[in-house]
């Protein structure tokens, strides 16, 4: 592990220089740049505010940033799936010219929607500070700390997905479906409180989702640190993620040229 460790140390520069890519490549000509990675949290943002918010019965100083947190958390973990599922696809010519660790190539995926997640974060934490006030500097401070059990969890879930995408091209519709159940199962348009006042607090306890939500949500809206059990369920799911990603690429990472 440590070799493989090092050798990924080694190619830094190379997978620096595909996220720096993958980011210029996306909003190359684009007239607002990286504003439109923003763009999408601040209209789903409106749109819940200005639907939900009433039928919720819901205080827009709390709904507003509770609801931004969530799309932001959830765009990071969608996108690292669903793009996970090509990372070993559409690096086959690095991947057949170049010997590097395979685990670089979902890292590089998994680090690009990492830059976005802390854009949209941020955002948040404007949003909050224009309709809440000043909370200190502890949003920032959490959101630092818990970003690489986000990576980690990212990463894991790129190479499951990848590994499993080169052997089953259905993969990402099935995960596209997927994750479109799993949206509304989660408490992200809506507060945990409603699943648990109406005796569904068990969706909120066995979604893996959740704990991660937290950890956003909580430093930022309540201006404290996430209880020890949110973080660590957060960093247990991110391990065992991790763990299983590790295990599935040693065993398939000499067959992946294979099923390019």
């Not at 947190?69 to 010219?97: D, K, M, P």
């Not at 979604?207 to 949500?217: A, E, G, T």
Request: aromatic content about 14%.
């Amino acid at each position: 592990m440590k070799a493989y460790l090092s050798q990924i140390w080694v190619c830094r520069w190379f997978w620096f220089s595909l996220v720096r890519m993958d980011l210029r490549a996306r909003y190359r000509g684009s007239v607002l740049g990286m504003g439109w990675s923003l763009l999408n949290p601040i209209a789903m943002t409106v749109i819940f505010c200005t639907v939900f918010a009433t039928l919720l019965n819901q205080d827009i100083h709390f709904y507003a940033p509770y609801v931004m947190a969530g799309i932001a958390v959830w765009n990071f973990f969608l996108h690292s799936t669903l793009e996970g599922c090509q990372c070993f696809l559409r690096a086959e010519s690095y991947i057949r010219q170049y010997p590097a660790p395979m685990a670089i190539y979902p890292l590089r995926n998994t680090l690009s929607h990492g830059f976005h997640l802390v854009l949209a974060s941020f955002l948040v934490i404007a949003l909050s500070l224009a309709l809440r006030g000043w909370t200190g500097i502890l949003p920032i401070f959490s959101l630092l700390v818990s970003l690489p059990i986000f990576l980690v969890a990212g990463w894991a879930v790129s190479v499951l997905f990848g590994l499993a995408n080169i052997h089953f091209r259905d993969t990402r519709h099935l995960a596209e479906i997927g994750f479109q159940i799993l949206f509304y199962l989660s408490p992200i348009m809506y507060p945990s409180s409603l699943l648990i006042d109406r005796g569904l607090g068990w969706m909120v306890h066995i979604n893996p989702v959740v704990p991660f939500l937290d950890l956003i949500r909580i430093p930022m809206l309540e201006g404290k640190i996430a209880d020890p059990l949110t973080w660590g369920l957060a960093m247990g799911i991110s391990m065992l993620l991790g763990l299983v990603g590790c295990l599935a690429l040693r065993a398939k990472e000499d067959k992946v040229i294979l099923h390019l």
